[in-house]
Each structure stands twice: as C-alpha cells, then as structure tokens.
C-alpha cells in the first residue's frame, strides 16, 4: 500500500464500484456511504468469515441479531445517553466545530483521547492552538454522540429513543433470555453483527470514521474469579504480536514484538483469557490475508479508559496516517450486567455448575470491531499498483474476493460453450460472465476487482479437449483443467484446500 492516501483509496472504491459517498447527487451526507456491487459482496464476505469462524465453528460462542432502536432505559443503564460523547471546541468566528482531542493529537503530536475537558482547555490556551481556519477556539465541552428519535405518532420527551451507538448493548440486554434458551454453560460469548451509529463531530477518513456503520462484537463472560483459566490458551501460546504496552508508551519505548507465552510472563497482558482473544483476533485478519507488519496491540493508557473498563487492549493497524484503533478489546467486568440489574431490577446472575456458585459473570474480554475499518484493512493490504501489468492488482484472499471466478470465452464464437460454462458454476461460486473487450483488458479489469481465478474458453476447448484454461490472478501463471473436474477445482482452490501450482 506504500504511498496510497485514503483519498486514493476512496477515489479507487467508486472508481471500481466498491464504495460511494452516500446521496452524491444531492451532494452527499458527511459520514455516510453506499456501497457499490463489489463493496457489496466483500463486505458480506468479511461478516460470513467473522460469523463462521467466530460464531459457527465454537461451541462456546452463539450469534443474535438485536433491534436497532429499544426501550431508551437500555442506554440510561449503559451510562451512553449521558457520557457517551466526545469533547468539542467551536470556532468563535465560523461557528465550526472540531474534535478537541483531534486538534490536539494533530498539533502537539501527544495522545489526547481520554483527557478531561479541563485537561484539553489547558492544553489549547497553553500551546495557543487555533482553528484549522486560524481562528481563536471556545472552551471545550460535552457532546452526546447518541442519534436521537421519536417512535410513535407524538413527538415528545416520552417518545424519544436512540438509535444504538454499539451492538454490545443489547447482548447484554438479552442476557438472560439467551442464557436461558441457548443451555451455555461458562465460560461462553454471545457474539452479534449489525448497523450503529454515531453523530461523530468529525467523520473522516473515508469509512474509517462515519456515523453509520457496523460492528461484529463478541461479550465474552467467564466466573468472576477464573481470569487465567482459558481452556484455549495453547491454540495461541506462540503466537506473536507486536505488543506496546501502556508502560512502554509511559517510558517512551517503542512497541515489542513477543509471543504470547513472553507476555503473560513477564505480566504484561495480566489475564490468559485476554490474551487469547487478542491473539485469536489478530490471528483471524492473517489468516485472511492481512499482512502481519501493519498490526500491533496497544494498551489503552489509565487515562483513556472508558468508563465501564478496567483493561483495554486496541488491535491496531498502520493506516496511511499512523497507527489507528481497528479493533477494542476491552474487560468490561461486571460493569453493564452490574448496571442492568440496578435499573431493570431483574436478577441476570447465573448458577455456575462447576463451581457451585451463583455469580454475575464477567466479560474478561469483548472483541469489537468494525466492520467498515476492516473493509478498508482488507483493501489496503490487498491493493497492489503493479507496474510491470500496468494495472491495479487486488490480492485479495480468495474467501474474501467479491467475485470468485469470471469466465471468458476468447472470441464471440465460442460464447455457448462458455455461457455453458458459467451455467455450471454459477450457482456454487460467485461467478462473472465478460466477453466485452481483449482477453488481457478482461484479465486486467478482474486483477482490478480481486477476482482471484479466470477461466478462458478458447478453440481448443471445443475442437480438441474438452478443457479450460485458469489464469491465477497472483502469479498469472494458467494451467489446463478439464471441464469435468473444473467445478471441484475451483471449489478446492477458492477455499485454499489445494494450491495452484499443485494442479496437475
Ligand atoms: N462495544 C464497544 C465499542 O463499541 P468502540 O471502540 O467505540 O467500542 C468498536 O467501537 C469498534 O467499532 C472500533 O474499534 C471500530 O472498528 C468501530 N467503530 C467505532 N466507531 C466507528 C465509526 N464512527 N466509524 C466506523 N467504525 C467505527
């Protein structure tokens, strides 16, 4: 991704149908975008690998699908509607208004995220910090990130609710009703996918910041006094991350890369259950083809944790303008559980059979990541400007690529055999038809989508050999597979149970 902007990167999604600035022909909506046909399919594609791998594949974890608007008592019991926010300073002269903590980060070059507003105040006046316009600045102050509605025919105090600002929530909401259906037994999660949204002050940064998007989460609850007690911790014992702890950031000391095993160790990731869903999470985007130099786990400073967390790890990626939070993965305790039970008045603790006892569980660890953010990490890694092609190649892992495979006949002539062709895969994989233009402008258009396969039906597949030629897209190497056995190829390939150069 060397020296690609996330302007260019923009550019490139609506260039290529993947992702459009919402609305556009009424000028479009700040924080808001539409993706196009290929967006489309890769985001589907990333939320059925997280859903498989995290919900589907274990035992321990099950999947719900909450509504997005409910009782607002929900979010007066999370502490959203009165702390969730974020501090803004106005422009006194064009009534702008910015991000303190971003106006900060971007002067002084410090981390602000997590500073009071008193603390921000201070720093504006101390270091003179002006509008981007120049312009002098208000006193920082409070502002709820929640989207606001009515429900009903009146519109009224009484009927007001939000939309919800995470999905966490109502996993936590419906507890009891999946804990009592579903027979979990700890340690277990309840995991769930969906639409938030948040009136960011500043979205920017493409999909990376924007006030509607989607969130893949996981509540993961363990017994209040079995922190080190994960039945998986080897799956992930030598794995390794690149770790920067809040004591590094403290010293001044640049991140360090160990394993899991080193981490626990020496006491810088303080439970075994934390650190195992750090390294599950960071070992789920590699095995999706992220490039492992672009991450790095950072530990959220005293300072910046939220309020319902006494530990938080970011999952990080180097984006083009710095290392930036891909993934939360935070303890949460029995903080939302604790606050349920106060405001509901209902008894969401639980018998542990194992231990005998009845506890409110505790989340040891919620993965929550966005689904927008990941779309752009997919992207980037994929991205490949390929000079010696003179084309855009995406490398993008066959399970993610929008299309799968695109058949091609090689003149007009031959198109029955491969419409046949199509025909026949069509309904196993997402298949594309192009006969418009060169072979090699057809191979370049796929390159430029991420199709990891074509397929190319020329004359001898009719005159000689009843068999088809599949260019790989990485290597753009082709090799002769008969049409009988082209289906289960393909198969075998896109879900990387053979390689391509093991095709005899
Ligand atoms: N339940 C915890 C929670 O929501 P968060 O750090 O506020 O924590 C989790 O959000 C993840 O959701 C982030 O790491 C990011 O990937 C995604 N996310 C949050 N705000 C977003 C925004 N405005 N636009 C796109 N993605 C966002």
């Given at each position: ?12 999604c ?15 909506m ?44 929900v ?37 602000a ?20 316009k ?9 502002f ?7 429900v ?21 909401a419906?507890?009891k ?5 579903a ?40 017994h209040?006094?079995k922190?080190?007690d ?7 014992i ?63 400073k ?12 970011d ?11 891909l ?16 405001h ?64 091609l ?21 997402f298949?594309?038809?192009?006969r ?40 753009t ?24 150069k093991?095709?005899?």
């Amino acid at each position: 991704m060397a020296n690609l902007s996330i302007d260019d990167m923009a550019m490139f999604c609506k260039r290529k149908g993947f992702v459009y600035p919402s609305s556009e022909i009424y000028g479009g909506m700040a924080g808001f975008f539409d993706y196009g046909p290929y967006g489309a399919e890769l985001k589907n594609n990333i939320k059925q690998e997280w859903w498989k791998f995290h919900v589907q594949s274990r035992e321990d974890i099950v999947g719900i699908d909450g509504s997005i608007i409910s009782n607002p008592k929900v979010w007066v019991a999370s502490g959203h509607a009165e702390h969730f926010g974020d501090t803004l300073v106005e422009d006194l002269k064009t009534h702008e208004r910015f991000r303190a903590d971003v106006l900060i980060e971007e002067t002084l070059k410090i981390q602000a995220d997590g500073l009071t507003a008193e603390d921000m105040g201070k720093l504006i006046k101390e270091n003179n910090i002006k509008s981007p316009k120049g312009n002098a600045l208000s006193e920082p102050r409070q502002f709820n990130l929640m989207f606001t509605t009515n429900v009903g025919p009146v519109q009224s105090e009484e009927s007001k609710a939000y939309l919800r600002a995470e999905t966490a929530q109502i996993i936590f909401a419906e507890f009891k009703n999946v804990y009592d259906t579903a027979r979990l037994k700890l340690p277990f999660g309840i995991a769930q996918m969906g639409k938030a949204f948040r009136n960011e002050i500043a979205p920017r940064n493409f999909l990376f910041r924007c006030r509607e998007f989607e969130q893949m989460e996981i509540e993961y609850f363990i017994h209040p006094k079995k922190q080190n007690d994960c039945q998986f911790i080897d799956e992930v014992i030598n794995e390794r991350l690149l770790i920067y702890s809040a004591e590094m950031q403290n010293k001044g000391e640049k991140e360090k890369e160990m394993t899991v095993k080193d981490a626990l160790k020496k006491g810088i990731i303080k439970s075994q259950w934390h650190a195992y869903w750090l390294a599950i999470e960071h070992k789920w985007f590699l095995n999706l083809g992220a490039k492992r130099e672009n991450f790095r786990i950072r530990q959220h400073k005293k300072e910046e944790l939220a309020h319902y967390s006494s530990d938080c790890w970011d999952l990080e990626y180097n984006f083009p303008w710095g290392w930036k939070e891909l993934q939360g993965i935070a303890d949460r305790g029995d903080f939302d559980l604790q606050q349920h039970m106060k405001h509901s008045k209902k008894d969401m603790s639980i018998f542990d059979e194992e231990s005998k006892e009845k506890v409110v569980a505790n989340v040891v660890a919620e993965p929550s990541l966005g689904v927008d953010r990941s779309f752009l990490v997919f992207m980037f890694d994929a991205y490949d400007d390929d000079k010696e092609r003179g084309n855009i190649v995406l490398h993008m892992h066959p399970k993610l690529a929008p299309i799968k495979v695109a058949v091609l006949p090689l003149v007009n002539k031959l198109e029955d055999k491969a419409r046949e062709v199509y025909m026949m895969l069509k309904d196993e994989m997402f298949t594309f038809y192009d006969r418009s233009g060169s072979v090699g402008r057809r191979y370049a258009r796929m390159d430029e989508l991420g199709t990891p396969f074509c397929v190319t039906i020329d004359f001898d597949t009719i005159e000689k050999d009843q068999a088809v030629t599949i260019r790989e897209r990485d290597t753009t190497q082709q090799v002769r597979v008969k049409i009988k056995e082209l289906k289960e190829t393909l198969k075998k390939l896109i879900n990387c149970e053979i390689m391509f150069k093991d095709i005899k």
